[in-house]
């Protein structure tokens, strides 16, 4: 008998209003520039947004990703793991479920600002095909770092 997979013990679900204080937790512990409460609840109205979570069945909220929906494109905003929730493929399993997301809804594209200093997320976007299309100078106001401009291009269906 194998063991129980992961992607069982987990699911990804739209968020709710009663998930923000679990997102906020991630967001404040993840970026030097944290996200308001009231943008993410903003984000909950927009029909092109989609606030998406990772849940631990039986548990709570380890992972989200923040996307919109504009006529043929995707745009990731945010994405980010919990720290005592790394490293256990979350980020993987929430850009599998994005890239799912572009292909039911027709898109050409993936696109995404990445920190320059963010090696990491830089190499889990090369992983999943995204490729570096420009850099947007002094992007993060709270550091003046440049953001790397990333595209994925979906093939057409």
Not at 89 to 95: N, S, V
Not at 126 to 144: Q, T
């Amino acid at each position: 008998m194998g063991t129980p997979s992961r992607a069982r013990r987990f699911e990804i679900l739209p968020a709710r209003v009663q998930d923000i204080d679990e997102v906020m937790e991630i967001e404040r512990l993840s970026f030097k520039a944290p996200w308001t409460r009231q943008v993410f609840l903003e984000e909950l109205q927009r029909d092109w947004a989609h606030l998406d979570v990772v849940r631990e069945r039986g548990g709570g909220v380890v992972a989200f990703l923040n996307h919109w929906l504009v006529r043929d494109e995707v745009h990731i905003l945010n994405i980010a793991t919990h720290p005592d929730a790394r490293r256990h493929a979350h980020a993987e399993r929430l850009m599998r479920h994005v890239i799912e997301f572009a292909h039911a809804h027709r898109c050409r594209v993936i696109t995404l600002e990445v920190r320059r200093s963010n090696y990491a997320a830089i190499h889990l976007y090369r992983r999943f095909g995204f490729r570096p299309v420009g850099v947007r100078p002094n992007y993060y106001a709270e550091d003046g770092e440049d953001a790397i401009v990333m595209l994925l291009d979906l093939d057409p269906e």
